[in-house]
């Protein structure tokens, strides 16, 4: 028998000790890396259905569902120091940062399990988990939903987001389609999805006259087609085949609380109602409002502060990903350019209503996040219909965001509706667009 000096023997011990001591003084909670995560959109309790009858939600379907409601995507543990990390969400292009200070650990000594917390401030959404070992398991829950909670699950060291298999696609759906959006006796809705396929890895989004859906990542296999999108708000799940006429039909989920049908044909000149055409002001009369900030201080445009001087005025809410894309982007642009004596007010129709304080603490926790310098005022309620409302000078309000160019006599010159980020390929026209009408503001001079 081979015996080691005592020692060799004592050195190897305490070695393999502190070596031991080290990773978990290092990562006294998550082990950093790539997560596959999932969301189980599908509600499956267990009901007794002797009959096999249809369920009624899925009688209409058009498309077998695959995945059985589990939105999938992939995050990443970055750590910043020893004990602090944070949360890297991966949507193709897109990497949602949850910062370390929006990140909470701890321990439950009652269930004697390991506990995180992961905060969307700006969406007003968190999720609430246990940890153990390479598994962590909780609910995604939305605040301003009555109980809306989404069971929440995360597997360390698996990068893949749908699958890991590599089926030979049945097509290359890289491009420009014709949708339509709809099932039973929901009004159906056009949009236009912009794929683009290596291999069998899919990206993409879909447009539609009220804006864009994100940066979505998926997989073909076969004739099989798969897209999601998780960051903290939005919730999509597509998945569709692709039929031997060239086609595609299939099922597109929102959370839990959406689920509709979409099919679409190759069709490189179709096109969706232009974003100035939607909304219009029903006179040519100058727009006027009055709405209380956060502090309780009426703001109104016919005030001195803003007389003379063309304005943005952004209908949004603090709860919607297009709009914290839009304001990002007026954001950067009034940093990087001379706007001279533009002004800026956003009117924020919010989820709690207008007269709850918790729709102030998401505007202040807005200012925090988004780092905007002017005043947004709050509106109503996160209601379109309660929108135009607030807003009788407008022919109707069909998309938060919508953005109104308004000149030095407060008359309304152009109407944006909704908005196509970065993930489409309208991007750059709006980007013109604005730059262009902006221009055309600063030129104009008050009436005397």
Known sequence: ??????????????SILTSCTFVQDRYPTLPPGLY??????????????????????KTNLEFDEVTEGQLPFTMEVVYETDTTFRIEIHNGEEITVVPAKDIITGRDQQAGRDTLRIDFPVFDT????????????????????????????????RGHR????????AADVSGKWAVTFGMGDEEPF????????????????????????????????????????????HAFLFEAIIKEDGTISGTFRSGRHYLTNWTAKRDDNFTLINPNELTLMKEDIPLSFSFPNVDGDTISLDGEQYDGRPKLVQIMGTWCPNCREETAFIRDYLANNDVRDLEVITLAFEKYGQEDERSKASIRQ????????????????ADKDAAGIALPMLSKIFSFPTLLFVDRDNKVKRIYTGFNGKATSKYGEFEAGFEASVSELLKTEASK
């Not at 028998?1 to 305490?14: D, G, K, T, V």
């Not at 807005?366 to 309620?381: C, D, F, Q, T």
């Open 1 to 14: 028998m081979l015996r080691l000096p005592a020692l060799l023997l004592s050195a190897l011990l305490l």
């Open 36 to 57: 596959r995560a999932e969301l189980a959109l599908e509600y499956n309790p267990i009901v007794p259905n002797p009959k096999g009858a249809p369920i009624p939600e």
């Open 126 to 157: 968190h999720i609430s988990a246990y940890h153990e070992e390479n598994v962590i398991e909780g609910v995604w829950v939305i605040h301003y939903r009555d109980n809306y909670r989404i069971p929440f699950k995360a597997y360390f060291g």
């Open 162 to 169: 749908f699958t890991s298999l590599r089926k030979t696609p």
């Open 190 to 233: 056009p949009g236009i999805a912009e794929f683009e396929q290596n291999g069998n890895h899919l990206t993409g989004t879909f447009r539609t006259e009220t804006g864009d859906y994100r940066y979505l990542e998926g997989t073909v296999q076969a004739n099989k087609l798969y897209l999601s999108v998780f960051d903290g708000s």
């Open 366 to 381: 807005y200012y925090e996040n988004m780092k905007v310098s002017w005043p947004i005022l709050l509106a109503g309620p």
